[in-house]
């Protein structure tokens, strides 16, 4: 099934109530002779086209009236707004995308069936963040057992002049260090994440002490946060520094600081779905010492950024 977002979705509807209110306005406001009306429902309609051989879909908006144009891809994490958008989807299948556009009649949608006739062949390249992040079958991280592991700030990604963590959270939040985040190269796009049976409280999590914490004092919509399989998409060419965006899936997905989710803090419980973490840095081979580095980060609203540094460990 295919669910457009409920945010866009209000902002789609705001939009249209806004036309609609200023139609009325202006019908109030008219001779009687003239007939302003909002006008009929616009009946979704697209193109999709696939050159033979391609992993890239271009989608085209062909309903008959002007419309405002948002797409939803499937299980990849890709939305897309404007009368035309590019799609590349890397493993073979049929994807179900649908269009919602906004027109002064209203909102309506539609979805179609798009077939991917093979896997794309570079899709797991290390320089392509997919693969990078998911290797050519499977690929496990841990947060970096350095100072600045996870950082916070409002100067940016990776800025962390609020907080950032030292040499001795390494040591002192070991239940932290000792996650394991998995990602395989897989059409399901499976993310498994593993506590190792415990978690570092920070003052809001299970008891709320300032130590770590067996994994069942997670409870009530924390428990949420506990070990379980997800799944995740990437998001090429998007994100802050255009090297893509990783969204898991899931409630309770989440990599580092658990509070933290897109537009703000929660201490209490996941909130959506879904989280986006827009990609700051890939690192092949540091040092030549065989491991890679994954940067990641998430904006809480405003200006402010966590930043979390991964380190891969097979």
């Not at 963040?129 to 991280?141: D, H, Q, R």
Request: hydrophobic content about 35%.
């Amino acid at each position: 099934m295919i669910h457009i977002h409920q945010k866009r979705i209000k902002r789609v509807v705001l939009k249209t109530l806004y036309i609609a209110t200023m139609f009325t306005s202006l019908a109030g406001c008219s001779d009687e002779n003239e007939d302003l009306t909002l006008g009929q429902l616009p009946n979704a309609d697209f193109e999709a086209v696939v050159a033979e051989g391609s992993n890239t879909v271009q989608l085209i908006n062909t309903t008959s009236v002007p419309t405002i144009a948002y797409w939803t891809v499937e299980n990849t994490g890709q939305t897309f707004q404007g009368d035309t958008a590019s799609v590349r989807l890397t493993f073979e299948g049929t994807y179900d995308v649908t269009l919602l556009v906004a027109g002064q009649g209203g909102t309506t949608t539609v979805t179609k069936q798009v077939t991917i006739a093979q896997n794309d062949p570079t899709a797991c390249n290390p320089d392509r963040p997919l693969g990078f992040i998911a290797g050519c079958t499977e690929k496990v991280w841990r947060l970096n057992p350095e100072a600045g592991a996870f950082k916070v700030g409002d100067q940016g990604p990776d800025a962390g002049n609020w907080w950032s963590s030292g040499a001795a959270e390494v040591t002192g939040r070991a239940c932290e260090f000792n996650d394991e985040f998995t990602f395989k190269f897989d059409a399901q796009g499976t993310f498994a994440y593993d506590n190792k049976g415990d978690f570092f409280a920070d003052g809001y999590l299970g008891s709320g002490s300032t130590a770590c914490e067996p994994a069942s004092n997670l409870t009530g919509d924390q428990a949420a946060w506990n070990s379980g399989t997800f799944s995740f998409s990437v998001i090429e060419g998007a994100g802050i520094n255009g090297l893509g965006q990783l969204r898991l899936n899931g409630r309770g997905a989440h990599i580092g600081v658990k509070k933290a989710h897109n537009g703000g803090e929660t201490p209490g419980g996941p909130v959506g779905n879904s989280v986006t973490y827009d990609i700051i840095a890939m690192e092949q081979n540091v040092n030549g010492e065989g491991y890679d580095i994954l940067k990641i980060g998430v904006n809480i609203g405003g200006a402010g950024w966590w930043t979390f540094t991964l380190r891969s460990i097979n």
